[in-house]
């Protein structure tokens, strides 16, 4: 049977139930497509971020709170940390991780929709995003939202997949993701059709040139990029002016 992939009105939906359903799987999906590097990309990202102990911040779309573990220890008694998922499952991973970490801040971990978050006007510092924004069914929209929640001189980093630069090699990158991607996804969790997903989610997400541009649009500046594996995976660091 041919692949569908999800309407932008079945989109929300269908991430929310699938995510629920690999969340147990997850890490181990990651690990095995990456070869562990995932991890070092998401090490880059916090560093780059250069959070202060009494930041304010968010790991939006936290899955399984990855990203939230290496951000806790860098933040003091004052700094406050939110990490927010609209996956139960995913959610269920998150506190079990993040709560049982000692020595660090403890976030407020909660249920939250990406294009309609729940906090005032200016008010964090920060917010990561890890392979998230391919999954919101309004990426322009999102990016306003998020520039609405930071604060003047806040950041946006996001990680996510990017186009493979050279010519010649994204013959053989659409081979690993289109083909090999799936049937390892498919080794861990049989008949799961979210590891199909998530490599033809990568068809209508923009080069990461094109989202710089669509960041701009959304009136962040001084966006940079740090790309790994020739594009294959991209953080994008926006700053909102002012601070």
């Known amino acids: 049977m041919s692949y569908r992939h999800p309407t932008a009105?079945?989109?929300?939906?269908?991430?929310?139930?699938?995510?629920?359903?690999?969340?147990?799987?997850?890490?181990?999906f990651n690990d095995l497509i990456t070869q562990g590097q995932h991890r070092w990309w998401k090490r880059v990202l916090v560093r780059r971020l250069g959070i202060s102990p009494q930041a304010r911040g968010l790991d939006l779309c936290c899955g399984t709170g990855d990203i939230a573990a290496r951000v806790m220890p860098l933040l003091g008694t004052e700094g406050t940390l939110v990490a927010a998922d609209?996956?139960?499952?995913?959610?269920?991973?998150?506190?079990?991780r993040l709560m049982s970490r000692p020595g660090a801040v403890r976030p407020l971990i909660l249920t939250a929709d990406a294009m309609r978050l729940p906090f005032q006007d200016g008010t964090l510092d920060f917010i990561t995003i890890g392979y998230?924004?391919?999954?919101?069914?309004?990426?322009?929209?999102?990016?306003?939202?998020?520039?609405?929640?930071?604060?003047?001189?806040?950041?946006?980093a996001?990680?996510?997949v990017g186009r493979v630069r050279p010519r010649l090699l994204r013959p053989l990158a659409e081979f690993y993701l289109f083909q090999l991607v799936p049937r390892i996804g498919r080794l861990l969790q049989p008949g799961q059709d979210m590891f199909t997903y998530l490599p033809h989610s990568?068809?209508?997400?923009?080069?990461?040139?094109?989202?710089?541009?669509?960041?701009?649009?959304?009136?962040?500046?001084?966006v940079e990029l740090v790309e790994?594996?020739?594009?294959?995976?991209?953080?994008?660091?926006?700053?909102?002016?002012?601070g």
């Open 202 to 222: 990568t068809l209508s997400y923009p080069h990461q040139d094109a989202l710089k541009e669509l960041l701009l649009e959304a009136a962040f500046t001084r």
């Open 132 to 156: 998230g924004l391919r999954n919101v069914r309004d990426l322009k929209g999102c990016l306003r939202e998020l520039m609405r929640v930071l604060a003047p001189g806040g950041v946006l």
């Open 228 to 242: 790994f594996l020739f594009g294959a995976s991209v953080i994008h660091l926006a700053h909102k002016d002012g």
């Open 9 to 28: 009105e079945e989109k929300a939906g269908f991430v929310q139930q699938k995510f629920d359903q690999i969340a147990s799987h997850y890490d181990r």
């Open 86 to 96: 609209f996956s139960p499952g995913m959610l269920r991973i998150a506190h079990q």
């Open 158 to 160: 996001s990680l996510d």
